[in-house]
Each structure stands twice: as C-alpha cells, then as structure tokens.
C-alpha cells in the first residue's frame, strides 16, 4: 500500500465508529474522487479548529472571534433558567426539539473516577460561578442517563444546594445508557417537559 493512502487509512480508523475497512473504503473513495472533494474536506478541517472556539458563558462552540455564541447573545433566551449538558451536541439535540428557551452550559464530560476524570476536568467551576453571581432560578440537569451521567447530577446537585435554586432532572423518557444526539425529538420533548426535581423522585 502507497504510503499516502496508509497514512490516510490510519488517520481514519481514528475516528469513532470507523474500523479498518471503512477506513479503507473511504481513503478510495478519496482517491478517486473529483480533486475538489478532497481538497473541500481538508479545507474544512484545517478551519475546524482555527475559526472556533468556547463561549466564554457556556462553553458551547461558537465562531473564533466571539465572546458569547448567538444563544447567550440572544435577549430572547431566559437568563434564569441554565440546562447543563454533557457535551456541544447535545445542545444541538435540545435545540432541534424547539421547546427550549432558557440558555446552556456545556461540561465538556461527565464525571468518571475510573477514567481518571474529576469535577476539575469538566466546566464545573465556571458553572458554579454563574449560579453564585445570582439571576439563575433553575437548573437543568440534562446529562445522559447513564452511571456517569447520574453520578455528574449527582455532583452538580450537592454542589448547588447551598445557592438556592430550584435543580431539576430530565425525566426518564430517555432510555438508561442511551444519548442525547441520537433521541429522537418526541423522546426529547416528553423528558424535557416532564423533568423532575433532583430529589422528588429522580
């Protein structure tokens, strides 16, 4: 095998859900593909990094350059209410249900002992921070339902107890071990809606 195509073969079975032969299958699709396939795709990865970066609120991606993305910078949104996801993609799941209309904070992770992973890994403190500086009336926890995920809630509910605000849980219309990104948009809006207060329940 060309040394070209390996290094690319390699590259690809890199990324989640891409084993050996997909890999391969894709480093000859590129190969054979018109020359501006190819250089589109690596134009756009040379820009994945370059041209975003973290709202400095909520940690979502937004375009390199802005302090806030457009859902902090939105007047619109509700302030007072905060939905802490696990990671960047699960805003959009939540986004695309349409029924939500408080702001983010993404954690970047889960809390995970076995990996090694404590609440200084993840954007918990800055989420502290934003509770403390008061205006916040609820808190979403919106993490997955899995044993990190509940053990994160966990966390982050003994964490905000003391400020007073109202912490709720999304309701168990997601399935144990499943994903935001890959709910569908009933699912997400049944566990939205039926969210629960941490400690009644759930």
């Known amino acids: 095998m060309p040394d070209p195509i390996q290094k690319l073969i390699s590259a690809l079975e890199r990324l989640p859900g891409i084993g050996p ?3 391969s299958r894709l480093a000859f699709f590129f190969l054979r593909a018109p020359d501006e396939v190819a250089r589109e795709l690596a134009e756009a990865l040379g820009g994945l990094k370059s041209k975003t970066a973290l709202c400095q609120d909520c940690f979502n991606i937004t375009l390199a350059g802005r302090a806030r993305c457009e859902i902090c910078d939105d007047p619109r949104r509700d302030a007072g ?5 696990e990671e960047a993609l699960d805003v959009l799941a939540l ?4 029924a939500y209309s408080g702001r ?18 993840i954007k918990m403190k800055p989420l502290l921070e934003r509770v403390a500086k008061g ?6 926890l919106a993490t997955n339902p899995s044993m990190e995920g509940d053990a994160t809630a966990l966390y982050v509910q003994q964490q905000l ?4 605000v109202q912490i709720t849980r999304l ?5 144990v071990g499943a994903d935001l ?11 939205l809606s039926g969210r629960q207060e941490m400690g009644r329940g759930g």
Request: charged share 20%; hydrophobic share 40%.
């Open 21 to 23: 032969k997909s890999a």
């Open 95 to 98: 986004e695309r249900v349409g």
């Open 104 to 121: 983010f904070h993404v954690l970047h992770g889960v809390l995970s002992p076995i990996e090694g992973i404590g609440p200084e890994d």
């Open 81 to 85: 209410i905060i939905c802490v996801v």
């Open 171 to 175: 309701a168990r219309g997601l399935p």
């Open 161 to 164: 107890s003391p400020h007073g």
């Open 135 to 140: 205006g916040v009336r609820e808190v979403i």
């Open 181 to 191: 990104e890959y709910a569908d948009q009933s699912t997400l809006l049944k566990a």
